[in-house]
C-alpha cells in the first residue's frame, strides 16, 4: 500500500497482497473513519461513507481477497464484488446486473438490458476499457479479469482498489 495523503491504492493480486503494515484509521473532516486496514496477517480493509454505513470490505478469504462495495442505502446494496480470480460483477444502484465478468467471458450491460459489450476467452474485450460511475462516489474501469480498479471518493478522501487474477507470471 502506498500512503500519499489524502489517496491510497490497495491492491488484490490473488494470494499476493501488498499490505504490510498497520496504519492509523483515515478519518473525514468530521472525524468519523473512513478507512481502516486490519493488520498483521492481511486480512483486509474497510471503508465507510460519511454516513457510517459500510462502503467496501476488502478481505482475505481463503488464498486471495475478495472486494465488495456497497450503496450508501439503509439497506446496504452490493453493487460490486469480486473474487481473486476477476469473477464478479457490477450492478446498478437497483441490483440488476451492470458488468459481469466470469473466466468465460462477460457481458456490459445498458440500463434498459441492451447488452453493449460482449466478451469471450475466444474474442477478448477490445479497444478502451469500460469505464463508468458506479455512484457519485465509486468509479469503476474494466480491461479484463485481470485489470480492474475501483475508486472511493468520499469528502475529498480516496481509496484506489485493483482487483483481480494476478497477471500471467507473477
Same mark, same amino acid.
Given at each position: 500500500v502506498t500512503?500519499?495523503?489524502p489517496s491510497q491504492r490497495v491492491h488484490a493480486r490473488g494470494a499476493v497482497a501488498v499490505m504490510t503494515e498497520l496504519k492509523e484509521p483515515r478519518l473525514y473532516p468530521g472525524g468519523s473513519q473512513f478507512f481502516v486496514k486490519y493488520q498483521p496477517g492481511g486480512n483486509g480493509?474497510?471503508?465507510w461513507y460519511p454516513s457510517g454505513r459500510m462502503a467496501c470490505a476488502y478481505e482475505r478469504m481463503g488464498g486471495g481477497f475478495y472486494c465488495f462495495f456497497y450503496?450508501?442505502?439503509?439497506?446496504?446494496?452490493?453493487?460490486?464484488?469480486?473474487d481473486p480470480q476477476g469473477s464478479g460483477y457490477?450492478?446498478?444502484e437497483d441490483g440488476r446486473? =451492470?458488468?459481469t465478468s466470469r473466466r468465460e467471458g462477460g457481458t456490459?450491460?445498458? =440500463?434498459d438490458g441492451t447488452i453493449e459489450r460482449l466478451w469471450t476467452t475466444a474474442k477478448p474485450l477490445k479497444g478502451a476499457a469500460i469505464s463508468f460511475d458506479v455512484t457519485n462516489n465509486i468509479t469503476f474501469s474494466f480491461k479484463s479479469r485481470r485489470e480492474m480498479t475501483v475508486k472511493l471518493s468520499c469528502q475529498g478522501l480516496t481509496e484506489e482498489y485493483v482487483l483481480g487474477e494476478p497477471p500471467l507470471g507473477s
Amino acid at each position: 500500500v502506498t500512503d500519499d495523503g489524502p489517496s491510497q491504492r490497495v491492491h488484490a493480486r490473488g494470494a499476493v497482497a501488498v499490505m504490510t503494515e498497520l496504519k492509523e484509521p483515515r478519518l473525514y473532516p468530521g472525524g468519523s473513519q473512513f478507512f481502516v486496514k486490519y493488520q498483521p496477517g492481511g486480512n483486509g480493509s474497510f471503508a465507510w461513507y460519511p454516513s457510517g454505513r459500510m462502503a467496501c470490505a476488502y478481505e482475505r478469504m481463503g488464498g486471495g481477497f475478495y472486494c465488495f462495495f456497497y450503496a450508501d442505502n439503509h439497506a446496504g446494496t452490493t453493487l460490486c464484488a469480486f473474487d481473486p480470480q476477476g469473477s464478479g460483477y457490477v450492478a446498478f444502484e437497483d441490483g440488476r446486473p =451492470r458488468l459481469t465478468s466470469r473466466r468465460e467471458g462477460g457481458t456490459y450491460t445498458a =440500463r434498459d438490458g441492451t447488452i453493449e459489450r460482449l466478451w469471450t476467452t475466444a474474442k477478448p474485450l477490445k479497444g478502451a476499457a469500460i469505464s463508468f460511475d458506479v455512484t457519485n462516489n465509486i468509479t469503476f474501469s474494466f480491461k479484463s479479469r485481470r485489470e480492474m480498479t475501483v475508486k472511493l471518493s468520499c469528502q475529498g478522501l480516496t481509496e484506489e482498489y485493483v482487483l483481480g487474477e494476478p497477471p500471467l507470471g507473477s
